[in-house]
């Protein structure tokens, strides 16, 4: 049985044995902080739980039985994604709110009620970026060579032409693997436009071929904030709305530091963001908090220190061009 408690500023870290029951996990993740308890002693459940009500003001109970892992390595048991959810329109905006509610429990995912971001507009920026010289080139406008399709594992499908690679048949990953990471990419919405809110230039770049960055045609095109430009998918919305519009090249400058899992699979360290789109920061060291399956709040599935890039084709043509990579150390030590 997992519980999940919500607004801990100042839980004791501490507490890593409560009555003889092991805290698993405390995670924070910004402004709030989960604690995971795998109870092996249901009756410490019965003592556990109100003490903890009694310290913590706010708390929330979640979850439903779930029976243990027959052995710690296994993942942890995710809820199941909802298959049915049913659109909602909110001042014009399509979403859902019959999915899970997010962690900080205000919004579910996909909720269409969420505040848009703020519009911002945006200059260049890094278009047309050099390389650094020690980068990885994954697209030079020559070939897809670093690519191969997602589900076939062929030649990447997209075509190019003028050195642009455009979105086409299925998503693309890169043949090679990273993990910290500075990456850098350009792309191009369609225009004229065509489509409204999720079905707008709809691509995305995954890092670790898992957490996706979306890539939308945000530009007078609303959509659910945590699915729209910049936002981390499913999770938070970009700070800004920095989009420009759509024919016109776009930059995104990522940054981002892989999760950490201890040897049973739990998380020691979320995974992190930093997202500059057009040279304007749209996620801020943003933690990220789960892998989720569309529809679903989820929960991290343990996976290795390292991943492909990937690229989304969501039945819309995004064109790509100048896209690098750099693996980066978090600290300066020899
Ligand atoms: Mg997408």
Partial sequence: MKYFLKRLPSFPTQAAVVNGEPVKSIVKWGNFSALRIIFTNMNNKNILLPLLATLIAGWTEKGTAQPLPATQSQPPVMPAAKTQVTLT?????????????????????????????????????????????????????????????????????????????????????????????????????????????????????????????????????????????????????????????????????????????????????????????NGVVAQNHQAIRNDPPWHSSGGYAPHGATGPLALQFHKNSVSYRNIWVRPVAVDNEP
């Fill in 89 to 277: 329109v909110v001042n014009g905006v399509a979403g859902y709110q019959d999915t899970p509610l997010e962690p900080d429990g205000k919004w579910h995912v996909h909720d269409p009620a969420r505040p848009q971001s703020r519009i911002v507009t945006s200059g260049p920026f890094s278009q047309n970026a050099t390389p650094p010289s020690d980068a990885i080139v994954l697209f030079d406008g020559k070939d897809l060579a670093q690519w191969r399709d997602k589900r076939t594992g062929e030649a990447a499908p997209w075509p190019i032409a003028d050195g642009v690679a455009t979105s086409a048949k299925d998503d693309i990953v890169t043949t090679n693997e990273f993990g910290d990471l500075q990456l850098h990419l350009e792309f191009r919405e369609p225009t004229p436009p065509s489509g409204t809110g999720q079905g707008r230039g709809n691509s995305g770049v995954y890092l670790m071929g898992r957490y996706e960055i979306q890539i939308l045609d945000g530009y007078d095109n609303k959509t659910y904030p945590d699915g729209a430009t910049a936002a981390v998918y499913g999770q938070h919305p970009a700070l800004v709305n920095a989009c420009r519009p759509p024919g016109d090249w776009q930059t995104y400058d990522i940054i981002f530091n892989v999760p950490h899992f201890d040897a049973n699979g739990n998380l020691l360290t979320p995974g992190y963001v930093t997202v500059f789109h």
